[in-house]
């Protein structure tokens, strides 16, 4: 029997989530069972692959690396999941909307925050473009569930799974779905 595919990707956000994600210990093993983990942080993947079935998305589209990002784990998976606060309102991440643009947030944060040495990095290879605004993931691309919280604890991620898990993938396809 073919294993679903599962990925989990972190955009603009502080990794919380994928933390929470690794406090369900044991039951990580009785996962590892059930699914092939294709494409993460915590596994040595370059290129976002074909044919994910499920894809848990922790943190808000914040730089242009984001945004090309999540448009190819879209095209490429069939349930996505918003996993946590960041990823469905854009929560602490998106705080730095209220600072305004891009240039006023670099700004802020690299001239007038910096004790020494003031300056605005220029390089985009080293340090991505940031969007003018911080979007949630909903706002980009289609969501098909959501699993909001900051982080979203153990118990529920692990819920969030097993129905997934039971009810199977191509049946969730175009639904919407709030978990807690
Ligand atoms: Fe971190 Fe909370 Fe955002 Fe998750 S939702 S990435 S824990 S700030």
Redesign the pocket.
């Known amino acids: 029997m073919n294993k679903l595919k599962l990925a989990t990707v972190w955009l603009g956000?502080?990794?919380?989530?994928?933390?929470?994600f690794l406090d369900l210990d044991e039951w990580l093993f009785e996962l590892a069972a059930r699914v092939d983990l294709v494409y993460s942080p915590f596994a040595d993947v370059k290129e976002y692959p074909e044919g994910v079935d499920l894809v848990l998305v922790?943190?808000?589209v914040a730089n242009e690396d984001n945004l090309e990002l999540i448009k190819s784990v879209r095209d490429r998976s069939k349930i996505l999941v918003s996993?946590?606060?960041?990823?469905?309102t854009g929560?602490?991440?998106a705080m730095r909307n209220l600072v305004g643009d891009t240039e006023s947030v670099l700004q802020r944060c690299y001239q007038e925050a910096a004790d020494i040495q003031n300056q605005i990095p220029h390089e985009p290879e080293i340090v991505p473009t940031l969007l003018d605004q911080v979007q949630p993931v909903h706002t980009v691309v289609t969501v098909d569930l959501y699993l909001?919280?900051?982080?979203?604890d153990a118990q529920r991620i692990r819920e969030a799974l097993e129905s997934l898990l039971a009810v199977g993938i191509p049946k969730l396809t175009g639904e919407q779905i709030r978990f807690g």
């Open positions: 956000s502080c990794s919380g989530c994928h933390m929470s922790e943190g808000a996993f946590g606060d960041c990823a469905v929560n602490v991440t909001p919280g900051c982080p979203p």
